[in-house]
């Protein structure tokens, strides 16, 4: 695990090309989404898969964030109406296609994707080649912080510089069924 001493104070802020780099080379950071300070890689990084899998102490499935539905459509395996799917905040649970690693997708073959707009980080996801694996940046079962100061005291992975959207985390709706999952 990752998780730095209460004595640790200082934040390593990083910029969005930073960012991308780091992603590049297999490292976790922390980014400032529209809703809740994230952790994430990418999903081609096994290892660091891996230690966010064991951080989170599960086995399986993170949410995927995009910058754009039509450069990861090919995620999906069915039928979407993208315009149906721009609601701020909201995470869509999809059939995964075969391209979506196993531990991305629920033991039902599904995969969670949310189009994120909110700067820094759909900025950093439109450099990148890939999407971005994201959970919330807390231990299990302990709230999410709001502040890039209060993450820092939980994880001394590098912080992207900016702001999250909410202290709240997104609303999953299943897409084929509408059921709301998460409100």
């Not at 990084?45 to 949410?63: H, Y």
């Not at 315009?83 to 995470?91: A, C, E, F, I």
Request: net charge positive; proline share 6%; hydrophobic share 40%.
């Amino acid at each position: 695990m990752n998780a730095p001493s209460a004595s640790i104070r200082s934040m390593i802020m990083i910029d969005i090309s930073t960012a991308q780099l780091y992603l590049q080379a297999g490292k976790i950071i922390v980014y400032p989404t529209d809703t809740v300070y994230g952790l994430g890689c990418l999903p081609s990084k096994l290892d660091s898969l891996d230690e966010l899998l064991a951080l989170k102490k599960r086995t399986r499935q993170f949410i995927v964030l995009i910058d754009d539905w039509k450069r990861f459509k090919d995620w999906i395996d069915e039928p979407i109406n993208t315009s149906k799917l721009d609601v701020p905040r909201t995470t869509w649970i999809f059939k995964a296609s075969s391209k979506v690693p196993a531990k991305l997708t629920s033991s039902a073959g599904e995969v969670a994707i949310r189009k994120v707009t909110h700067e820094p980080t759909c900025t950093l996801i439109a450099g990148l080649s890939e999407p971005l694996i994201s959970t919330s940046a807390n231990f299990p079962k302990q709230s999410t912080p709001n502040t890039a100061k209060d993450v820092a005291k939980l994880f001394s992975y590098s912080i992207l510089a900016g702001n999250n959207g909410s202290e709240k985390p997104s609303t999953i709706i299943h897409y084929q069924s509408g059921e709301i999952i998460r409100y």
